[in-house]
Antibody, heavy 121, light 110 residues
């Protein structure tokens, strides 16, 4: 059974960088048919797609986040990571990593449990 | 303000059928696939429908998806109290070059 687990600091100061890692177990991140993505959900609000990555390193990012986001992959560790730069309180959210099924980045069939990241001084 | 529009809430009695709508435009629903999720408080979303009407393994056929023009619909038959949750639609938006979601619909099973 495929499992995903997010890890990283739960508290980040304003203007600093949010860094999270998603560890995939029970399957290979190098699957040729899947993308891997990050989605976030502010407390009490809806879902926001952050971006996706293919095992080869090809990425897609949400333009609303501009150049503040980078997603990378480490196939040797079966992990992919998220960096969000220059964070503000508006970036406070539960961050999920997920596996994309098919070609639609919003179609994710396996999810991590999510990790709450709070941006506060 | 979400790119995809869903009703904030819907309700129905146990055993009945309910539909949840998701309205978009030609840049998202009109020309791309739609997905649907179920989310219970404090848990990750669960994929119910992808590619408009496909169910992942393990999702009962009580859940169905359809699309017409720039709108999509999630149908749930044989409602159970355990179906009370938030439901979200999602799609790729070709104009924004981003995945987009609806604001979510809270289902109450009376």
């Amino acid at each position: 059974q495929l499992q995903l687990q997010e890890s990283g600091p739960g508290l980040v100061k304003p203007s600093e960088t949010l860094s999270l890692t998603c560890t995939v177990s029970g399957g290979s991140i190098s699957s040729s048919i899947n993308y891997w993505g990050w989605i976030r959900q502010p407390p009490g609000k809806g879902l926001e797609w952050i971006g996706s990555i293919y095992y080869s390193g090809t990425t897609d990012y949400n333009p609303s986040l501009g150049s503040r986001v980078t997603i990378s992959v480490d196939t040797s560790k079966n992990q992919f990571s998220l960096k969000l730069y220059s964070v503000t309180a508006a970036d406070t959210a539960v961050y999920y990593c997920a596996r994309t099924v098919g070609t639609d980045p919003t179609s994710n069939d396996y999810w991590g449990q999510g990790t709450l990241v709070t941006v506060s001084s | 303000q979400s790119v995809l529009t869903q009703p904030p809430s819907v309700s129905a009695a146990p055993g009945q059928k309910v539909t949840i709508s998701c309205s978009g435009s030609s840049s998202n629903i009109g020309n791309n696939y739609v997905s649907w999720y179920q989310q219970f408080p404090g848990t990750a979303p669960k994929l119910l429908i992808y590619d408009n009407n496909k169910r992942p393994s393990g999702i009962p056929d009580r859940f169905s998806g359809s699309k017409s023009g720039t709108s999509a619909t999630l149908g749930i038959t044989g409602l159970q109290t355990g179906d009370e949750a938030d439901y979200y639609c999602g799609a790729w938006d070709s104009s924004l070059s981003a995945g987009v979601f609806g604001g979510g619909t809270k289902l109450t099973v009376l």
